[in-house]
């Protein structure tokens, strides 16, 4: 399974950025999916994800109303839309896939077995 995190890059605040993850070797489709960030000096953290099968979505309560997570079927790639975007949302933003098919997403870090390289996000004030 492989993840590739584009789309990042600079923004001032109040802007936008949209993030995309395509996989190979993983239908996302039937697969619980998320994207993570981390800080400088923080945990990572899981922000968004979306149940594979279903759409059931979570979203970390400092993006909601911000962020929208989605995916592409037919193209097999995850998407972060973030708007509104703050100083605070600066962070590697990473992709990730749950160790399984046909699952839900988790809030559980370790439910995460397939990881991309992740991708860079500033937010300027």
């Known amino acids: 399974v492989q993840l590739v995190e584009t789309g990042g890059g600079q923004a001032q605040a109040g802007g936008s950025l949209i993030l995309a993850c395509a996989a190979s070797?993983?239908?996302?489709?039937?697969?619980?999916m998320g994207w993570f960030r981390q800080a400088p000096g923080k945990e990572r953290e899981l922000i968004a994800a979306i149940s594979g099968v279903t759409i059931y979505t979570f979203y970390k309560d400092s993006v909601k109303g911000r962020f929208t997570i989605s995916r592409d079927s037919a193209n097999n790639t995850l998407y972060l839309q973030m708007h509104s975007l703050k100083p605070e949302d600066t962070a590697v933003y990473y992709c990730?896939?749950?160790?399984?098919?046909?699952?839900?997403?988790?809030?559980?870090?370790?439910?995460?077995?397939?990881w991309g390289q992740g991708t860079q996000v500033t937010v300027s004030s």
């Open positions: 990730a896939a749950r160790d399984s098919s046909n699952s839900p997403y988790s809030t559980r870090e370790n439910d995460y077995a397939w």
């Open positions: 070797g993983r239908t996302i489709s039937t697969t619980g």
